[in-house]
């Protein structure tokens, strides 16, 4: 299976997240904790799923919403740029 961030950012608790999807079994978020591992907030494994039929699937819709909500709700400024992420990768992702 492979796994793809799809945008990294900064939380309301100063921790770094990474929003991500893993072929066929959905998509999440995941953020650092304390301790410096990753710990998986949310994840919808209908959310990759949504459109496998070969129909059209709007995006914002079902689970994906629930997803973008989160990230909307809990994301502090903007997603970090490809520079700054590979700044927080190279400090091990701590702030």
Not at 37 to 50: D, P, R
Not at 71 to 84: C, F, I, K, R
Request: aromatic share 8%; hydrophobic share 35%; glycine share 10%.
């Amino acid at each position: 299976m492979r796994t793809a961030v799809i945008q990294s950012f900064m939380n309301t608790n100063d921790r770094y997240c990474r929003e991500y999807v893993v072929e066929s079994a959905g998509r999440g978020v995941a953020c650092r904790t304390a301790e410096g591992e990753w710990q998986v907030i949310l994840h919808s494994a209908s959310a990759a799923n949504s459109g496998a039929s070969g129909q059209y699937s709007p995006a914002g819709t079902g689970q994906d919403q629930l997803i973008d909500g989160y990230v909307h709700q809990v994301m502090q400024g903007d997603a970090l740029t490809a520079e700054a992420e590979k700044a927080a990768i190279s400090k091990k992702w701590r702030p």
